[in-house]
């Protein structure tokens, strides 16, 4: 399993993720509510050492569209992202193919797009994450 597939695992293993979606998909995230997706941005060599192993960050953007047509709902949605976060950062260690993700922080959540200035469709929201690693050779 990659880093992309490790942390979508992740993701779904998040304890309320079924309260606030029915799946996460990759690089596509539905405009109805209850829709999230992991678009990865971008992969980074962070050091090599001489034998060839590497410390390699990946980073995300986790789109998320919820409901959010009053204040209640956008507040709960807000605090789910929160606890997302919180949930992503107290993680241990994770295998991966020739390797482990070593630390996972999540920042910046918050509202990206109101479709057409209209609270009553889905609202969506975006958290990026990043994922540190390191690739044994």
């Known amino acids: 399993m ?4 490790k942390v979508k695992e992740i993701l779904q293993n998040f304890p309320k993720i ?5 799946e996460i998909n990759v ?11 992991l678009a ?8 090599e050492d001489i034998l ?18 009053n204040d209640y709902e956008r507040l709960s949605n807000s605090g789910v992202l929160l ?9 241990d260690e994770q295998a991966i193919d020739n390797g482990i993700i070593t630390k996972i922080r999540a920042t910046n959540g918050m509202l990206y797009e109101i479709p057409e ?9 975006q ?4 994922a540190s690693y390191t690739i044994e050779i």
Do not use: M, W
């Open 83 to 91: 606890e997302l976060s919180q949930y992503l950062d107290r993680l």
């Open 117 to 125: 200035e209209n609270y009553s469709d889905g609202i969506k929201y």
């Open 127 to 130: 958290l990026t994450i990043v």
């Open 40 to 47: 990865p941005t971008g992969d980074e060599l962070i050091s």
């Open 2 to 5: 990659n880093v992309i597939e």
């Open 52 to 69: 060839g192993n590497q410390k390699r960050q990946h980073s995300f953007i986790l789109h998320a569209t919820y409901s959010g047509i």
């Open 27 to 37: 690089d596509f995230t539905d405009t109805e509510p209850t829709s999230y997706g």
């Open 18 to 22: 079924n309260e606030v979606c029915n």
